[in-house]
């Protein structure tokens, strides 16, 4: 049993390796799935933000209540990440 998961922790570490963006994404979108870790509001931010760029976000964030300028801001960590 502990070799099998020795094996399958080595494929998971080089497949890390190989691929570091893919595993950001991937943690990232279940983080998105569980909505107990971020609010549905700030999840759809950041998706319109990964999709769009700041056009949407910019409109989604007033409607959120948020200034123009934090829309942005958080558009621009989003799109950094």
Do not use: N, W
Not at 44 to 52: C, F
């Amino acid at each position: 049993m502990t070799d099998t998961r020795a094996k399958m922790r080595s494929r998971v570490k080089e497949f890390g390796r190989e691929c570091p963006v893919l595993i950001a994404l991937i943690i990232f979108l279940v983080a998105l799935a569980f909505g107990q870790v971020l609010k549905m509001g700030f999840a759809v931010l950041s998706v319109l933000a990964i999709v769009s760029g700041f056009a949407l976000p910019l409109v989604y964030g007033s409607r959120l209540g948020l200034a123009p300028h934090e829309a942005v801001i958080l558009s621009l960590v989003i799109l950094t990440f």
